[in-house]
């Protein structure tokens, strides 16, 4: 009813007025973008790319990641170069004159390859048939069963892939830059920002880091159109967090992402949150809530605390925010405002609560306020 929709915006206004953190969004697309907007986000802190690779590309991703020679691979790049820059004019427009943190390609390997057992029983039952298997296949499983991995999550996913296959991050840096220079060409303000993920060491960075930025000089120099975005890095591995002075010294920017960094901490799964042992753990009360909705902040926050001293001991004008499930979780918010970060990114429609949230920390607990 009414008194409540102005009793509700009142407590709107009262937290952002109060708030230090910023609340930004995790957005893929520009309508999830838009979405984000209307309720009220202040840019989009994790745009994920994995999906803008699959469905109808899987096949230029195949032929991209299984290239044996370097113009296979470039022709596939070539072809995803304009699907992915009109992917980012379409968020960047929808985000005019707010940052929208785009971060490069980061699935597990297996995701993107066809299925090494559907793949190899089609291949022995041809054999066994006394037929000839069709080279095609038998290429793909040979390439298929020597990248194959046990633990893919642990595997060729984030900085590695783009360190291994030539020419993949380049052409997600290009596509950016060259959205950047159409939205400007066409009078808007885009704010992109580059984020690697699952980088472990400062080497990493730099390799993709010194990549991008000739990236960035060859489409200025090319358009006319200067185009120099902030490279910063997610925070979501131990090792990153406990060398994260090392790490700031190629990042402009960190982005904790607490799902990778609960599950490595831990040791254990974020995709296996429904087994049994799981549920056992709780009611036993060794998690005394899950660790990947609320953040645990004797183990995963301790992390959060170094990495946060040390990088802006080593760059004191580090941006720093969070992009796990946990920036819209409110108790995690409460923890990330006392530790000092720049911005909260959660899911479109935990904006709000975020943004309640980040107020509600920043006001003396003294029952002095009336907002409560
Ligand atoms: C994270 O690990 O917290 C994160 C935001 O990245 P993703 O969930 O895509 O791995
Ligand atoms: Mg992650």
Redesign the pocket.
Known sequence: SAPVVAAVDRLMRRADSVRRLQVRA?ADTPEDAERARRFGAQGIG?C?T?HMFLGDRRKLVESMILATTDEERGAALAALLPLQREDFTGILAAMDGLPVTI?LL?PPLHEFLPDRTELSVRVASTVARGETPEPHDVELLAAVNRMHEENPMLGLRGVRLGLVVPGLFAMQVRAIAEAVVERKRAGGDPRAEIMV??VDTVKELSLVREEAEEVLAEVSKASGVTVDLPIGT?I?LPRAALTAGRIAEAAEFF?????????TTWGFS?DDVEAEFFSAYLEKGIFPVSPFETLDREGVGRLVEIAVAEGRAARPDLKIG?????GGDPDSVHFFHGAGLDYVSCSPFRVPVARLEAGRAAIPDDGTDTTK
């Open positions: 995790n994790l994920r994995e971060r980061d993920p699952l997610m979501e982005s904790f992402g607490t799902n990778d960094l609960t599950q974020r969070v992009c796990g499930e946990h």
